[in-house]
């Protein structure tokens, strides 16, 4: 389990990711309006691909920090309906 210091450079490391890809978002969109948007949609696309996979990578680092934080239990009864144990 993480401690608070560890808390508070996760914090700092997710809120300095957002505000760099903020500008990249936004140097996106100013060069669009200069340049023409012949390749708007692959622009959008390489602008949004890191940003999605940080966000993948700091949800599975969140929850390796706090392992019961984010988890997923079956119900005491077994599986739902339709779904088979092995």
Known sequence: ???????LFFAVAVL???????????S?????RAGGAARGAWEWVWAFLPALSLVVLFA????????????????????????RSQ
């Not at 996106?28 to 669009?32: F, N, P």
């Not at 599975?60 to 779904?83: D, E, K, Q």
Request: aromatic share 10%.
């Open 1 to 7: 389990m993480a401690g608070p210091l560890a808390d």
């Open 16 to 26: 300095t990711t957002v505000v760099a890809h903020w500008f990249i978002l936004r």
């Open 28 to 32: 996106t969109v100013r060069g669009m």
């Open 60 to 83: 599975f680092t969140w929850r390796t920090m706090h392992p019961t934080s984010l988890t997923f239990r079956m119900p005491a009864n077994g599986p739902p309906v339709g779904v």
